[in-house]
């Protein structure tokens, strides 16, 4: 792919673009999105906020693949449903009823020249590694070499500790893929945090008292489940969730004189690692919690798509050879 032709992509399963995000930052923006399909209303709202409505369509599932544009890479932070029989049957049925599937067809009839995919670590385990089995057994069956790794946010430089797999496929099977290397960049939640909040985002006595006498039963049956409790010098935080919304109990800042707060949407933000210049006043406090426990972290996806990028330059590079001397 020449660096003056745009690379056209499309974005599954979207949410708040920051899989498209990532691409764009890793092709110098030479990328176009040409097919967006996102059906959660108020993500939509943030899309079109930082993207414009371009090409923007609703659900996957009732779009056919032949209205789907011709596109150079596939993009999909696809949610992780559990397969019916997976690994039993091996033919294109047993993908049907997951959202898997959509991703496939689209694969089968436009053929594009890579792909991403991005889902939770436990797909790695679930079904006792039969689900992601049959996930690769049918990218293989649609003539594509796949690569997967498990990455953490926190190795890039980002200050979550945020584990996700990822699956990288190539139509050309030549293609030897790497992952890239942890950048190993230090990281503390200071980074990230504002320095005057809102008071709204400090926790009630109510709250933080049932935080406390929660965290205190889950100790006495001998488990470490309950609040994680952060401060500007820590490392890193825990995962934030899409249940972010609800109580802050994973990721709650530390403040002198007073109740722990949730993180600002803009902390949130800055966790994934979006850019200071994204937007987020489209949708309500408890959405964008949403929005971004739903996202990706933007650095990794980033460094993944650089080395697609280098792959796939890399490889166009060697069949022009080819060419030239057949």
Not at 4 to 9: A, D, R, T, W
Not at 84 to 102: E, I, P, V, W, Y
Not at 274 to 285: H, L
């Given at each position: 792919?020449?660096?003056?032709?745009?690379?056209?992509i499309?974005?599954?399963?979207?949410?708040?673009?920051g899989?498209?995000?990532?691409?764009?930052?890793?092709?110098?923006?030479?990328?176009?999105?040409?097919?967006?399909?996102?059906?959660?209303?108020?993500?939509?709202?943030?899309?079109i906020?930082?993207?414009?409505?371009?090409?923007?369509?609703?659900?996957?599932?009732?779009?056919?693949?032949?209205?789907?544009?011709?596109?150079?890479?596939?993009?999909?932070?696809?949610?992780?449903?559990?397969?019916?029989?997976?690994?039993?049957?091996?033919?294109?049925?047993d993908?049907?009823?997951?959202?898997?599937?959509?991703?496939?067809?689209?694969?089968?009839?436009?053929?594009?020249?890579?792909?991403?995919?991005?889902?939770?670590?436990?797909?790695?385990?679930?079904?006792?590694?039969?689900?992601?089995?049959?996930?690769?057994?049918?990218?293989?069956?649609?003539?594509?070499?796949?690569?997967?790794?498990?990455?953490?946010?926190?190795?890039?430089?980002?200050?979550?500790?945020?584990?996700?797999?990822?699956?990288?496929?190539?139509?050309?099977?030549?293609?030897?893929?790497?992952?890239?290397?942890?950048?190993?960049?230090?990281?503390?939640?200071?980074?990230?945090?504002?320095?005057?909040?809102?008071?709204?985002?400090?926790?009630?006595?109510?709250?933080?008292?049932?935080?406390?006498?929660?965290?205190?039963?889950?100790?006495?049956?001998?488990?470490?489940?309950g609040?994680?409790?952060?401060?500007?010098?820590?490392?890193?935080?825990?995962?934030?969730?899409?249940?972010?919304?609800?109580?802050?109990?994973?990721?709650?800042?530390?403040?002198?004189?007073?109740?722990?707060?949730?993180?600002?949407?803009?902390?949130?933000?800055?966790?994934?690692?979006?850019?200071?210049?994204y937007?987020?006043?489209?949708?309500?406090?408890?959405?964008?919690?949403?929005?971004?426990?739903?996202?990706?972290?933007?650095?990794?996806?980033?460094?993944?798509?650089?080395?697609?990028?280098?792959?796939?330059?890399?490889?166009?590079?060697?069949?022009?050879?080819?060419?030239?001397?057949?």
């Amino acid at each position: 792919m020449k660096s003056k032709k745009k690379v056209k992509i499309i974005d599954l399963f979207a949410g708040i673009g920051g899989i498209r995000l990532g691409f764009e930052q890793a092709f110098n923006g030479n990328v176009e999105c040409v097919f967006t399909s996102e059906i959660d209303k108020y993500a939509i709202q943030t899309y079109i906020e930082n993207f414009g409505s371009d090409n923007i369509y609703g659900d996957i599932t009732q779009i056919s693949e032949k209205d789907v544009p011709d596109h150079d890479i596939l993009l999909a932070g696809f949610p992780c449903q559990p397969f019916s029989q997976a690994g039993l049957k091996k033919g294109f049925n047993d993908t049907r009823g997951t959202l898997f599937f959509d991703i496939e067809r689209i694969l089968l009839e436009k053929k594009p020249k890579a792909f991403l995919l991005e889902n939770v670590k436990q797909l790695k385990g679930h079904d006792k590694g039969n689900t992601l089995k049959v996930i690769l057994e049918h990218l293989h069956n649609a003539g594509y070499k796949t690569f997967v790794k498990v990455l953490a946010a926190k190795d890039f430089g980002v200050p979550q500790n945020r584990e996700r797999i990822y699956i990288v496929g190539f139509l050309d099977n030549s293609i030897n893929f790497e992952f890239p290397e942890p950048t190993l960049k230090e990281t503390k939640v200071g980074n990230i945090l504002e320095n005057n909040p809102d008071n709204k985002y400090t926790i009630s006595d109510k709250l933080w008292a049932g935080h406390q006498r929660r965290k205190l039963m889950h100790k006495e049956k001998g488990n470490g489940f309950g609040y994680g409790l952060f401060n500007a010098n820590s490392p890193y935080t825990n995962t934030i969730s899409a249940r972010y919304y609800k109580d802050g109990s994973e990721i709650l800042i530390e403040q002198e004189g007073k109740n722990p707060r949730k993180l600002t949407p803009r902390e949130a933000a800055r966790l994934q690692g979006f850019p200071e210049d994204y937007k987020i006043t489209a949708v309500s406090d408890n959405q964008l919690y949403k929005q971004f426990g739903n996202s990706v972290c933007v650095p990794v996806i980033e460094k993944i798509a650089e080395e697609i990028k280098k792959s796939i330059e890399i490889a166009s590079l060697h069949n022009e050879t080819l060419a030239k001397v057949q």
